[in-house]
């Protein structure tokens, strides 16, 4: 589920990037993400 997350937000940031849209807003997210997925895996949670 967050790996998804994580390659959806990789590809809207490299079109902000492309097209010079969201790119501000979309950059926390890609820190937040990872973030959350390796927080996940040590605490040893299962996402639904």
């Known amino acids: ?3 998804t997350i994580a390659i ?3 590809v809207l940031w490299l ?3 492309l097209a010079d ?3 501000g807003l979309i950059q ?3 820190v937040v993400a ?3 997925f ?3 895996m040590i605490t040893g ?3 639904v």
């Open 1 to 3: 589920m967050l790996t």
């Open 8 to 10: 959806i937000l990789a």
């Open 15 to 17: 079109f902000g990037l």
């Open 21 to 23: 849209i969201g790119g």
């Open 28 to 30: 926390p997210l890609l």
């Open 34 to 36: 990872p973030v959350v």
């Open 38 to 40: 390796i927080y996940n």
């Open 45 to 47: 949670r299962r996402s």
